[in-house]
């Protein structure tokens, strides 16, 4: 019976295999929980029949029996199973996070592979996408104990990676691709103890081979935005209309709230970094800082409410961003970001904060490249572009959005807020600015976006890591919505 069992886990384990679909690989966990499972169906089965047949004395020693015969059988599986997929000792206890503690790329042109050490063994998903070139791996929750720097600098096929959390438990890599590529190998490979090692490898392919890559249309679509509570919803609003394909919805008036409700935007996070310093001080990072700085500064006036669209460094889609301030029917919608320069003979010089407002055609030539990095966001993340960024539709949307008076309550808390900034910050040498930024296309809210200052100066790189200047300029920005809101209501009476 044993020699049977024994072959049994033999078995499962020659059955530990990749499936690939179209070069979409899908590595997944051991079946170690299942095997579990199994024994502790068995042992609770054990536990009613030992009530049983105690009640029976001649029943005794076929009990020991049964009790020994199950022990023989736990002890065969485990010594069959490889140690390097045990994920946990329990079924019911929640597994614990894997750690990454290295990454690295080897080959060359013709071949190039990717190596991550994990503490342990996860379910690991492998695509590829186009526009530009990337392989996307999708991981559980992983946390990232991995060399600064790494990822930065490429080799063979791939340019640079990333990496982070893309959402609440669940992390990604994305490698930036010099072209079209294809998935040869993939495998999670079991090393000392309980790690293990994901490899893959990558080889070129035709741009007509790899069409749209084999993530396309796949993704799972974000989490829908929470719904406005009903306590901040007049009573006998009308539904809020649905929109057509493509087309911005003619919304219902706003609603009447004790408290205008403000939404600060933390611009990236998670495994989008936005901007990074010579020093390696990542946009992400400050931007968190200052929103968490400004939401207490606001709070503690008693006079909004408050919400964030990302409280941790996490990442979130830009669609998504727009989509909570919309269903929040936010009053005043503030993203935060921090601007660099690439130029390394002016970013001694450059410095300073700069206010962006929503418009068609960008002031100049800045600000147009300041909205082409901050739109790039989601494919940063290894997201798709989404089929409603066509440019007729969004031409059409832009025009109908500077007709609204949104626009001018924008421009006009951009004026109060480069005037209160100004008086305890440094401002860039033409401090309003406009651009088609994505996370701005709000018919309904007045929105600016912040650019705190540039982290590829070496003043502004330090002023951005201090508390107290990041305290100071929430206080600022607090203070010009104070002012905004304060005149609103001397003229709504």
Known sequence: MV???????????????QHLQHNRWVLPRTRWHRDLETYAAVAADLKRGTKQFLRFRG??????????AALVVLASTLIAI??????????????????????ELTGDSKQTTFRLGLSNGVRAEIFTLADPYRVVVDLPEV???LP??????GGGLISAFRYGLVSEGKARIVMDANGPVVIKHAAMNPKDGQAVELIIELVPTSAHAFGAGTGAGAQPQPPPAPPVPQRDVAKGAPPAPTASPGREIERAPKVTRAKPLVVIDAGHGGIDPGTTSAGNVKEKTVVLAVALALRSQLAASGRYDVRMTRKTDVFVPLDRRVQMSRELDADLFISLHADAIAQKGLAKNVRGATVYTLSEDASDEEARRMAEKENNSDAVAGLQTSAFE????????????LKRETSNFSADFSNILVKRMGQSISLSSRPQRSAAFKVLRQADTPSVLVELGYMSNPKDEELLQSAAWQRRVAASIGSAVDAYFSRRTATAR
Not at 3 to 17: P, S, V
Not at 59 to 68: E, F, I, P, S
Not at 148 to 153: A, F, I, L, N, R
């Open 3 to 17: 020699k049977m069992i024994a072959q049994g886990a033999a078995d499962r384990r020659g059955r530990m295999q």
């Open 59 to 68: 029943a005794c020693l076929y009990v020991g029996r049964l009790a020994l």
């Open 82 to 103: 490889p140690e390097a997929y045990a994920q946990t000792a329990s079924v019911h206890r929640k597994t614990k996070a894997a750690q990454a503690k290295r990454a």
């Open 143 to 145: 946390a990232f104990h």
């Open 148 to 153: 600064e720097g790494s990822g930065e600098k």
């Open 390 to 401: 066509g440019e007729g539709d969004v031409r059409n949307i832009l025009i109908d959005l």
